[in-house]
């Protein structure tokens, strides 16, 4: 079963917002596997996503209501096969914690897209509403990508 971790600073606006993208990717194939998002600081632990996230998430028909912000581990490295971060400083906090045993393969979550390779996901937080339609639209598209890749396309 292959299993994907997202990851950005507070998992309360683009982690959780990927999260959901590739559930809904798993399910489009009658697949259930492990995914998960998490942070890399620890501002929000145990809150939920941005009100404007969950907004953003419900226009798609999906809850994010459930979720809740954790910080990324050590374990989180030998449970996952991807983790992907949301923008480059994300990525190179990863690969400081990285253990040396880790099968984990990290990756920066637009290098799923061929046209933005190197590019990072913006993180909406501070700017107006609109920001997270965009940042809905990149995830969407890289996990969109990620799953064609990792899983096989849609039946």
């Known amino acids: 079963m292959t299993s994907f971790l997202f ?3 507070g998992n309360i606006c683009r982690s959780p917002l ?5 559930r809904r990717e798993a399910s489009l194939r009658g697949m259930t596997l492990d995914i ?7 501002w929000n632990l145990g809150e939920a996503p941005d009100p404007r996230a969950r907004v953003v998430a419900s226009r798609q028909g999906l ?3 459930l979720l809740r912000a954790r910080l990324v581990t050590k374990e ?3 449970r996952f096969d ?3 971060a949301m923008d480059r400083s994300h990525l190179a ?3 400081q914690m990285r253990p040396h045993h880790s099968k984990a393969r990290l990756s920066l979550m637009l290098d799923h897209i061929p046209t933005r390779t190197g590019q990072d996901v913006i ?3 501070y700017g107006p509403d609109e920001g997270f339609i965009k940042t809905w639209e990149d995830v969407e598209g890289a996990c969109a990508a990620l799953a064609r890749t990792v899983l096989g396309p849609r039946p």
């Not at 998960?36 to 620890?42: E, F, N, Q, V, W």
């Open 82 to 84: 991807h983790i992907i």
């Open 63 to 65: 809850d994010a209501s």
């Open 7 to 9: 990851v950005c600073t």
């Open 36 to 42: 998960d998002s998490a942070a890399t600081g620890r």
């Open 93 to 95: 906090i990863l690969k």
């Open 18 to 22: 990927a999260e959901l993208a590739m």
């Open 123 to 125: 993180d909406p937080y």
């Open 76 to 78: 989180d490295f030998d």
